[in-house]
């Protein structure tokens, strides 16, 4: 029996492309895992209304983790357009399979790394090495959301905060409310993990980023159990910054960073601004990961006008790799596979477009595959 069962999930668009470029360095790195297949993404929504099905559900409970390449995600009225006849206006509504594994398998740290390796023209400065930890089940994307707004909804907030009462002249159908739920344990693990982290690869430093001056209960809340969990980590500085300055600090000094910790939304946002600093989405691993299951994936989305022509840069998907066999405790291989990546990054010689090259997304990971 191989050692480990890998759900093998690539979705739609360009992910089908970039796990097909992981599948090349895997089969070289010799990892002893038996792979499989699981249906997940937009022809699963066209066809079932279902883009994450029970049976994906039950493969995922039956592996170790999986290695995940991308998913379209288009708005509700859009979503609905794509559905196959049969299945039109029977009130199906999409929502992202990601966003739903992540809180149904309670995968809730994010961690995407952002690391400038050398060589890379695409760079925005060099020594950028900056570890986003973004919490991944709850705030903003927690899915509770109301509209039109119930009248009993509304009388029970009013009731207990008269903000409320500015809003009294606007309709029900005229009000959107989406809620952002941020929980002691959440903010307590997100922030555990950030500082376990730093602890484990001699960080000297971790930057909670929220807004608490306006968010005051919410963000109020990460910051002071940010404060808290600070205090076993004698080592390690906490700093604090809102997600505003910290959009312009990034620009400005970027390598003063090494690891933000934030919420939901903000680390949404924050991970695309850091990714661009390091050359964009093809440069971005992400991690989804819970107690007892992980999901790895590139931070970039499906492209797809690219899809099947495999054009886009397959590094941020070997990165996802590399961090799925460091979580399976495969440290030696993630390490070979990262100064694979690094080496050739660094050689100038295989690039895909967004590099200034011409190569395949394949012929990438050929290279990788060759230096293993
Ligand atoms: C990401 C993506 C997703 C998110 C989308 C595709 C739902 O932007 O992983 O950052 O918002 O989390
Ligand atoms: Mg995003």
């Given at each position: 029996?191989?050692?480990?069962?890998?759900?093998?999930?690539?979705g739609d668009g360009v992910g089908?492309?970039?796990?097909?470029?992981?599948?090349?360095?895997?089969?070289?790195?010799?990892?002893?895992?038996?792979?499989?297949?699981?249906?997940i993404g937009w022809e699963?929504w066209k066809?079932?209304?279902?883009p994450?099905?029970?049976?994906?559900?039950?493969?995922?409970?039956?592996?170790?983790?999986?290695?995940?390449g991308a998913i379209t995600s288009l708005?509700?009225?859009e979503a609905?357009?794509a559905?196959?006849?049969?299945?039109?206006?029977?009130?199906?509504?999409y929502?992202s399979p990601i966003?739903?594994?992540?809180?149904?398998?309670?995968?809730?740290?994010?961690?995407?790394?952002?690391?400038?390796?050398?060589?890379?023209?695409?760079?925005?400065?060099?020594?950028?090495?900056?570890?986003?930890?973004?919490?991944?089940?709850?705030?903003?994307?927690?899915?509770?959301?109301?509209?039109?707004?119930?009248?009993?909804?509304?009388?029970?907030?009013?009731?207990?905060?008269?903000?409320?009462?500015?809003?009294?002249?606007?309709?029900?159908?005229?009000?959107?409310?989406?809620?952002?739920?941020?929980?002691?344990?959440?903010?307590?693990?997100?922030?555990?993990?950030?500082?376990?982290?730093?602890?484990?690869?001699?960080?000297?430093?971790?930057?909670?980023?929220?807004?608490?001056?306006?968010?005051?209960?919410?963000?109020?809340?990460?910051?002071?159990?940010?404060?808290?969990?600070?205090?076993?980590?004698?080592?390690?500085?906490?700093?604090?910054?809102?997600?505003?300055?910290?959009?312009?600090?990034?620009?400005?000094?970027?390598?003063?960073?090494?690891?933000?910790?934030?919420?939901?939304?903000?680390?949404?946002?924050?991970?695309?601004?850091?990714?661009?600093?390091?050359?964009?989405?093809?440069?971005?691993?992400?991690?989804?990961?819970?107690?007892?299951?992980?999901?790895?994936?590139?931070?970039?989305g499906s492209a797809p006008k690219?899809a099947?022509?495999?054009?886009?840069?397959?590094?941020?998907?070997?990165?996802?790799?590399?961090?799925?066999?460091?979580?399976?405790?495969?440290?030696?291989?993630?390490?070979?596979?990262?100064?694979?990546?690094?080496?050739?990054?660094?050689?100038?010689?295989?690039?895909?477009?967004?590099?200034?090259?011409?190569?395949?997304?394949?012929?990438?990971?050929?290279?990788?595959?060759?230096?293993?």
């Amino acid at each position: 029996m191989p050692k480990y069962k890998i759900a093998w999930l690539p979705g739609d668009g360009v992910g089908v492309d970039v796990m097909e470029a992981a599948g090349i360095v895997l089969d070289k790195l010799n990892l002893d895992a038996e792979y499989i297949q699981g249906d997940i993404g937009w022809e699963f929504w066209k066809t079932e209304a279902n883009p994450f099905p029970d049976r994906t559900k039950e493969l995922l409970r039956q592996t170790d983790c999986a290695l995940f390449g991308a998913i379209t995600s288009l708005p509700k009225q859009e979503a609905e357009a794509a559905l196959i006849p049969e299945l039109q206006g029977k009130g199906h509504i999409y929502v992202s399979p990601i966003v739903r594994l992540r809180q149904e398998f309670n995968l809730r740290t994010n961690m995407r790394p952002c690391k400038a390796y050398p060589g890379n023209p695409l760079n925005y400065r060099d020594g950028i090495d900056i570890v986003v930890f973004r919490e991944n089940t709850e705030g903003l994307y927690s899915g509770v959301e109301f509209y039109p707004f119930p009248d009993e909804v509304r009388e029970a907030v009013k009731k207990h905060n008269s903000k409320m009462a500015r809003f009294d002249h606007h309709p029900a159908d005229e009000i959107a409310v989406t809620l952002r739920i941020n929980t002691k344990t959440g903010c307590r693990d997100i922030v555990t993990d950030a500082f376990e982290y730093a602890q484990k690869t001699g960080r000297k430093s971790v930057t909670v980023v929220e807004k608490p001056n306006v968010m005051r209960e919410t963000s109020g809340l990460m910051v002071r159990t940010a404060r808290e969990v600070a205090e076993s980590y004698p080592g390690i500085e906490l700093w604090e910054t809102n997600i505003d300055a910290m959009c312009m600090w990034l620009i400005k000094n970027p390598t003063d960073y090494s690891i933000l910790v934030t919420s939901n939304m903000f680390g949404d946002i924050v991970s695309d601004l850091c990714a661009q600093l390091v050359g964009g989405l093809g440069f971005a691993s992400s991690g989804n990961i819970g107690d007892d299951y992980a999901v790895f994936e590139p931070t970039h989305g499906s492209a797809p006008k690219y899809a099947g022509r495999y054009k886009v840069n397959p590094i941020a998907m070997l990165l996802s790799t590399k961090m799925m066999l460091g979580w399976l405790g495969e440290t030696d291989m993630g390490d070979r596979l990262e100064n694979a990546i690094a080496d050739v990054i660094r050689e100038e010689k295989v690039r895909t477009y967004d590099m200034g090259g011409s190569n395949s997304s394949l012929e990438v990971a050929e290279a990788v595959a060759a230096r293993l």
